[in-house]
């Protein structure tokens, strides 16, 4: 069974590529444009990994990150934060709010497929 995972970003084109690399990797892939919705659809079907955006309007990804580990419910659900700030501080604040990792955008493709596949392999 191949691992689900959860695509959250505003950005249509990013989006896109996100979801095609991950389908031709064999992941079964959902998308929300927002953590507004990403929060509903993650209610109704739990992903094993979130692909989530910081910058996001409505709710961003900090606020979604801390929600779901706030849940015990979520607490396997695997998050690498995705953003176009690479700033330090923004990458302490992710993994302080329980982030899994933390990828700056632009980035490769395939340290981004073998990053993903480590921590869906990590045990929980």
Do not use: W
Not at 13 to 24: G, P, Q
Not at 37 to 59: F, G, N, S, T
Not at 89 to 94: I, M, W, Y
Request: glycine share 6%; charged share 25%.
């Amino acid at each position: 069974m191949s691992a689900n995972i959860l695509i959250v970003d505003d950005e249509p084109n990013i989006v896109l590529s996100l979801e095609y690399l991950m389908k031709k990797a064999g992941y079964t892939v959902r998308t929300a444009v927002n953590g507004e919705q990403a929060l509903r659809d993650i209610e109704q079907q739990r992903p094993d990994l979130v692909l989530l955006d910081v910058m996001m309007p409505r709710v961003n990804g900090y606020a979604v990150c801390h929600a779901l580990r706030e849940n015990p419910d979520y607490r396997g659900i695997r998050i690498l934060m995705l953003t176009a700030r690479g700033r330090q501080v923004e990458q302490e604040k992710g993994m302080a709010l329980g982030a899994d990792g933390y990828v700056t955008k632009p980035f490769s493709t395939r340290a981004l497929l073998d990053r993903v596949q480590a921590l869906l392999d990590e045990p929980r």
